[in-house]
Nanobody
C-alpha cells in the first residue's frame, strides 16, 4: 500500500511563503524510481498541474503561472518531495496535492498513479 501525505499548508498573506512537504511510504514503493508532481485545485475549478520533478531530481517542469516563484525539490534519502512557494498570490489559493508516477516527468493528471489527500493553502489579500 502506497501512501503520500502532504503537509505544510496554511494561511499566509500575499507575498508570503510556504513550504509544502509530501512524505511517501509503502513496502513496495521505491521513491527513487518515481517522478513526483504537485497539482492544485481551487474552489470551483479543475485540478491543474503545478510542478514536477524527475526520479533523480535532475529535471523539473513548472506551470507558467508559478515559474520563478515556486521550486520543487526532493530528498530521496527521506522519501520526500517539497514545494517551496514564494511571492504567494491570492490566486494560488487551492488544495495542493502531490502525486507519483514511474520515472519521467508528466503534466497530465491521468499520468500519475498515486495521490495524496491534499493540503489547503490560503493566501489572503
Amino acid at each position: 500500500q502506497v501512501q503520500l501525505v502532504e503537509s505544510g499548508g496554511g494561511l499566509v498573506q500575499t507575498g508570503g511563503s510556504l513550504r509544502l512537504s509530501c512524505a511517501t511510504s509503502g513496502r513496495t514503493f521505491i521513491f527513487s524510481n518515481y517522478a513526483m508532481g504537485w497539482f492544485r485545485q481551487a474552489p470551483g475549478k479543475e485540478r491543474e498541474f503545478v510542478a514536477a520533478i524527475s526520479w533523480s531530481g535532475g529535471s523539473t517542469h513548472y506551470a507558467d503561472s508559478v515559474k520563478g516563484r515556486f521550486t520543487i525539490s526532493r530528498d530521496n534519502a527521506k522519501n520526500t518531495v517539497y514545494l517551496q512557494m514564494n511571492s504567494l498570490k491570492p490566486e494560488d489559493t487551492a488544495v495542493y496535492y502531490c502525486a507519483a508516477r514511474r520515472f519521467t516527468i508528466a503534466t497530465g493528471e491521468s499520468d500519475y498513479n498515486y495521490w495524496g489527500q491534499g493540503t489547503q493553502v490560503t493566501v489572503s489579500s
